[in-house]
């Protein structure tokens, strides 16, 4: 047992780092504070106006979920499911086009992406131009938002899916980017520098040594942004960029209810369904490459 002196000491020492602990925390905390009341005021968010209307909340998700028409207007949709889809055909065919649009933007997004991402590692010998501009670009692609580049081609190529596909295909390369060179720059070193004291060109290099430990994890992000993208793919709509999100913003407009339930109920299983999907096929893959 140590003198009882030390034992004091340790315990003075404890019970002032845990103060000192404390305080640094209160501190934080109160930073924070100040920090979000600033970003509020400068933002003008009026919390009065906000409590004062904060019950329109719950009212609008309401009455999205009662028929306005036919014998059980006023009634629960589920009492007449035939009248709430009734829009059931052409919503499904929109809502085909948004996965059109979503699977030819990831598709197209993801390859750019693997292309960019060599260039952007700093460990595969790039050099620090090339490394410097590709990271450069992909954060101009993923900064700017979809909607901004959707409205950019609308105004460009009119009204339709291709100007859809193209702003989701700029964010797509420039989010998975990212994600592909900070894989590529957490790859095993030994397997590389073997093939490169054996003589091995860059091209065999990368074939061999870095695909291998890398693919996996790329089309787990792949499937990933592919969900992400059916999601952004029903708001390009908003916009005229194609896609169920016409009708979608055209029912909120028109203070359609149960046509806007009905349509994001469509999108909620549709999502649901390419998880379940993406799910197995990722494992399946990881699978067979282990």
Same mark, same amino acid.
């Given at each position: ?13 404890? !019970?002032? @780092? #845990? !103060? ?6 209160? +501190? ?8 979000? #009341?600033? !970003?509020?005021?400068?933002? @003008? ?31 629960? /949709? ?11 055909? =052409? ?8 996965? &059109? ?22 460990? &595969? ?9 590709? *990271? *450069?670009? &992909?954060?101009?692609? *993923? ?10 081609? +609308? ?22 980017? =990212?994600?592909?060179?900070? #894989?590529? @720059?957490?790859?095993? $070193? =030994?397997?590389?520098?073997?093939? #490169? ?25 792949? &499937? ?5 993208? /059916? *999601? ?13 999100? $016409?009708?979608?913003? @055209? ?13 994001? /109920? ?10 379940? +999907? ?9 699978? $067979?490459?282990?």
């Amino acid at each position: 047992m140590p003198p009882r002196p030390t034992v004091e000491q340790m315990a003075s020492a404890y !019970a002032a @780092e #845990v !103060a000192l602990k404390r305080r640094r925390f209160l +501190v934080s905390t109160i930073g924070f504070a100040a920090l979000v #009341v600033l !970003a509020g005021w400068m933002a @003008e968010i009026r919390l009065d106006v906000f409590f004062a209307n904060i019950h329109k909340f719950p009212n609008y998700i309401a009455r999205l979920f009662v028929l306005d028409s036919g014998p059980f207007a006023g009634h629960f /949709v589920l009492l007449d499911v035939p009248a709430w889809f009734w829009g059931i055909g =052409k919503w499904l065919r929109l809502l085909v086009d948004t996965l &059109l649009i979503a699977y030819v933007a990831t598709f197209l997004g993801a390859l750019f992406a693997f292309i960019a991402c060599f260039l952007a590692a700093n460990n &595969l010998g790039s050099s620090h131009w090339s490394s410097f501009a590709a *990271r *450069r670009f &992909l954060e101009f692609c *993923r900064t700017v938002p979809e909607l901004v580049f959707a409205l950019i081609f +609308v105004m460009a190529f009119g009204l339709g899916p291709i100007a859809g596909i193209l702003a989701i295909v700029i964010h797509t390369t420039g989010a998975l980017g =990212k994600l592909f060179y900070e #894989v590529l @720059e957490n790859v095993d $070193q =030994k397997p590389i520098e073997g093939l #490169v004291a054996s003589g091995a060109s860059w091209t065999k290099t990368m074939r061999f040594a870095v695909l291998p430990q890398v693919l996996a994890n790329f089309l787990s992000y792949a &499937l990933l942004r592919f969900e992400i993208n /059916v *999601r952004g793919a029903s708001v390009m709509g908003f916009v005229g960029a194609g896609g169920i999100g $016409q009708d979608l913003m @055209e029912a909120i407009r028109k203070f359609y209810y149960p046509d806007v339930s009905a349509i994001l /109920v469509l999108i909620i299983i549709t999502v649901a369904l390419i998880d379940l +999907v993406t799910e197995r096929v990722r494992h399946h893959f990881i699978t $067979q490459v282990s």
